[in-house]
């Protein structure tokens, strides 16, 4: 089985920062990607950033140019710097993981980003 963890969530005044860390544990073989969704409420939960085994990323358009995801291989660890947070990126963020071809999710932590 394979657990994901994360932290750094929080509330924050809009222009502020935080960063997001999620670490996989347990019997792990392969990760081939681990990437960040969040979900608002009344809202579909949606792709924030995604970052391959081999380093590819990509970034949903609402993000681009404020938010950066990267990844420590060694540590089976993805983070999620959020700069420059806007009021609409309130939402919980899941931490996602293709780990031995099957999918985890994280339990969610809170984003909140006050006006």
């Known amino acids: 089985q394979v657990q994901l963890v994360e932290s750094g969530g929080g509330l924050v005044q809009a222009g502020g920062s935080l960063r997001l860390s999620c670490a996989a544990s347990g019997s792990i073989f392969s990760i081939n990607a681990m990437g960040w969704y969040r979900q608002a409420p009344g809202k579909q939960r949606e792709l924030v950033a995604r970052?391959?085994?081999?380093?590819?990323?990509n970034h949903a358009d609402s993000v681009k140019g404020r938010f950066t995801i990267s990844s420590d291989n060694a540590k089976n660890t993805v983070h999620l710097q959020m700069n420059s947070l806007k009021p609409e990126d309130t939402a919980v963020y899941y931490c996602?993981?293709?780990?031995?071809?099957?999918?985890?999710w994280g339990q969610g932590t809170q984003v909140t980003v006050s006006s």
């Open positions: 970052i391959s085994k081999g380093g590819s990323t």
């Open positions: 996602n993981a293709h780990v031995n071809y099957a999918e985890y």
